[in-house]
């Protein structure tokens, strides 16, 4: 992609799964990364797999200070800060009925109220600058009905409404997108299916098969590209086609 080398990278959530995709992907077109997580463990894991990485910074989203303290020390680390990738994201696989509050909470302070931490503490940090790129992670789960999910559903219909807000009031300076993939094969998803439910989503999927974390890496270094100078202020979506025949292919 056209000016990613040397372009300074921070992903959130970026120890395992599509952050860990995306950290190697925009290390393959040069640029500087910086991977942020609370998973102490996460972390040591892509330090190992990506011996590349700029740095590592542990934060929990959900807290501001920590999250100020990291997008500091990540700014130290880089000299500077041009692309966020704000990724870090938690679900829960529960019946509406039995969403207790404090799932509730845990899962919309992860996925809305973090996401809002770091685009803003960053934002803050490109608007003094030279501007740069915030890419949200969405979710297909943000923009239609799904069954088991209604935390996550709200918290990712949120990260698109605000991604859109954002976009209005930080142009021209600051580009603004999200992507939202559909069924990829992460960890996280991993550990909530079963083999025979992954077997039942393939089914329905026109293309008949998960993402690769890899593939919405692709998406996202796109997006931060130069390629990419006259997108803001919408969502990419990355489903194998699942959500382009509504109920027919599903």
């Not at 700029?54 to 920590?66: H, M, S, W």
């Not at 949120?158 to 603004?176: C, D, N, W, Y």
């Not at 299916?193 to 890496?217: C, G, H, I, W």
């Amino acid at each position: 992609m056209r000016g990613l080398s040397e372009k300074r990278v921070l992903i959130t959530g970026g120890g395992s799964g599509i952050g860990a995709a995306t950290a190697a992907r925009f290390l393959d077109e040069g640029s500087a990364v910086c991977v942020l997580d609370c998973d102490p463990d996460g972390l040591q894991r892509v330090s190992e797999d990506l011996p590349g990485l700029a740095g590592t910074v542990r934060a929990d989203v959900t807290d501001l200070g920590e999250v100020r303290a990291a997008v500091d020390e990540a700014v130290l680390i880089m000299g500077g800060l041009d692309v966020l990738i704000n990724n870090a994201g938690i679900s829960i696989r529960h019946d509406f009925l039995e969403i207790t509050p404090e799932e509730w909470d845990r899962v919309i302070a992860v996925n809305l109220t973090g996401n809002f931490y770091v685009a803003q503490t960053v934002a803050r940090h490109m608007m003094d600058a030279q501007g740069g790129v915030i890419l949200n992670t969405a979710s297909t789960n943000g923009t239609l009905g799904y069954p088991f999910y209604a935390d996550y559903n709200a918290s990712k219909a949120g990260v698109i409404a605000v991604t859109r807000s954002m976009a209005l009031e930080l142009a021209p300076k600051v580009r603004v997108n999200a992507v939202a993939p559909g069924y990829v094969l992460t960890p996280m998803q991993r550990a909530e299916y079963t083999d025979e439910m992954l077997e039942e989503v393939n089914r329905k999927l026109p293309l008949q098969r998960f993402a690769s974390p890899e593939e919405v890496a692709g998406i996202f270094a796109f997006l931060a590209s130069d390629d990419a100078s006259y997108l803001t202020g919408h969502i990419y979506i990355i489903d194998g086609g699942e959500t382009a025949g509504g109920l027919a292919s599903r």
